[in-house]
């Protein structure tokens, strides 16, 4: 049971341009929404996170927005660069007990110059 | 300095031979844990330790053991190895079971010949 989709599954983007990830969930206890960036050979690495109580947060180039009643949340790369290319990966994770990360399956993004 | 290290990082082994992976957290995390992905780049969770007690224990064959002899070392023993254990391993770790940032080691890549 995939609790976390993500897509597009690969997406490509001119230098400058926006970069758009979706994922939906399903667990509504999920209270814990990061994202996740891979370079090749490397582990993933926290980018940004939100949790249900706002509907966006913005890091720099990266925003995340939240829509807790369609259960959705989005990760949008405002002037994406080349140094961008990874692959992204969407997660969860309830409050209490089991507190692992629910991955979604993994977007690669490239950005061309 | 590295914060989650894992060694090795490639293991290249023959079916049926038993083999360890290791992974030590210098962040004075409580909690680590162990994610398989697949040659789709999909993470799933494995195992979790908080304070070397384990409590996440995903639906993983029994060949699989962690093993944590203490909160900064989280170690992966593997027996009867099977072509379909060839993955890429990540050790994580987060400072306690709350939703907090996982920090992950940068992967052991298993192949199995």
């Known amino acids: 049971q995939q609790q976390v989709k993500q897509s597009p599954q690969s997406l490509i983007v001119q230098k400058g341009g926006i970069s758009i990830i979706n994922c939906a969930y399903e667990n509504t206890a999920f209270d814990y929404f990061p994202w996740y960036q891979q370079f090749p050979g490397k582990g993933p690495a926290l980018l940004i996170a939100?949790?249900?109580?706002?509907s966006e947060k913005k890091e720099g180039r990266f925003t995340i927005s939240f829509n807790k009643s369609a259960k959705q949340f989005s990760l949008h790369i405002m002037d994406s660069q080349p140094g961008d290319s990874a692959t992204y990966f969407c997660a969860a994770s309830p409050p209490t007990g089991r507190r692992a990360l629910t991955f979604g399956s993994g977007t690669r993004l490239q950005v061309q110059p | 300095d590295t914060a989650v290290s894992q060694t090795p990082k490639y293991l290249v082994t023959q079916m049926g031979n038993d083999k360890s992976i290791k992974c030590e957290q210098n962040?004075?995390?409580?909690?680590m844990y162990w994610y398989k992905q697949d040659s789709k780049k999909f993470l799933k969770i494995m195992f979790s330790y908080n304070n070397k007690e384990l409590i996440i224990n995903e639906t993983v064959p029994n060949r699989f053991s962690p093993k944590s002899p203490d909160k900064a070392h989280l170690n992966l023993h593997i027996n009867s190895l099977e072509l379909g254990d060839s993955a890429v391993y990540f050790c994580a770790s987060s400072p306690g079971t709350l939703n907090q940032p996982q920090h992950f080691g940068d992967g052991t890549r298993l192949s199995i010949l």
């Open positions: 939100i949790r249900p109580d706002v």
């Open positions: 962040l004075g995390h409580d909690t």
